[in-house]
T-cell receptor, first 115, second 113 residues
């Protein structure tokens, strides 16, 4: 079945630094990638949707200059948290869809802790 | 707006069937019902989906009422590894590749020994 590899699985960074999270579709072409954030004991909240080769569409309240999304190829999308602060500490999850596919395949998530 | 309502938590004994309900009273005729689950600190895992008919796969069965306003996910023989948050989600059949899944609060299923 479809597999999405997400790295790193966890990362600790200092306040003010930037962190990049990668998601790769291993056996299909991900025409659309979704990025979610999940705080403890809460549900997944969509941050942005990106299509290969296009600018991402951000959900209301998500700062596009803080959460940079790149989807330059059909198998790779990245989320960069710039100038991270402790309140950005969260579980970040990507999800990918192939063209014409019904399914949404999720990555295993990245636990970000900003100290 | 998640468009679905689920109980916040349920318990089930190991080896017994787990029946997880979902209310989607505003569902339209061209919307699927999807079920995902999320084991602690992992990404969501697809379980099953359906439109009108009941569906079964190696993981679970999905029973959709005739009026399609509610559904039940059945795990026939729950194991401890089935302890997770289960999400019921509706989405249009013709939503296109950009259609985003909106997650509600889900049901925390705890399988007890």
């Amino acid at each position: 079945g479809a597999v999405v590899s997400q790295h790193p699985s966890w990362v600790i960074c200092k306040s003010g630094t930037s962190v990049k999270i990668e998601c790769r579709s291993l056996d299909f072409q991900a025409t659309t990638m979704f990025w979610y954030r999940q705080f403890p004991k809460q549900s997944l909240m969509l941050m942005a949707t990106s299509n290969e080769g296009s600018k991402a569409t951000y959900e209301q309240g998500v700062e596009k200059d803080k959460f940079l999304i790149n989807h330059a190829s059909l198998t790779l999308s990245t989320l960069t948290v710039t100038s991270a602060h402790p309140e950005d500490s969260s579980f970040y999850i990507c999800s990918a869809r192939g063209q014409g596919g019904l399914g949404y395949t999720f990555g295993s998530g990245t636990r970000l802790t900003v100290v | 707006d998640a468009k679905t309502t689920q109980p916040p938590s349920m318990d089930c004994a190991e080896g017994r069937a787990a029946n997880l309900p979902c209310n989607h009273s505003t569902i339209s005729g061209n919307e699927y019902v999807y079920w995902y689950r999320q084991i602690h600190s992992q990404g969501p895992q697809y379980i099953i989906h359906g439109l009108k008919n009941n569906e079964t796969n190696e993981m679970a069965s999905l029973i959709i009422t005739e009026d399609r306003k509610s559904s039940t996910l059945i795990l026939p023989h729950a194991t401890l590894r089935d302890t997770a948050v289960y999400y019921c989600i509706v989405r249009p059949v013709s939503g296109g590749s950009n259609y985003k899944l909106t997650f509600g609060k889900g049901t925390l299923l705890t399988v007890n020994p």
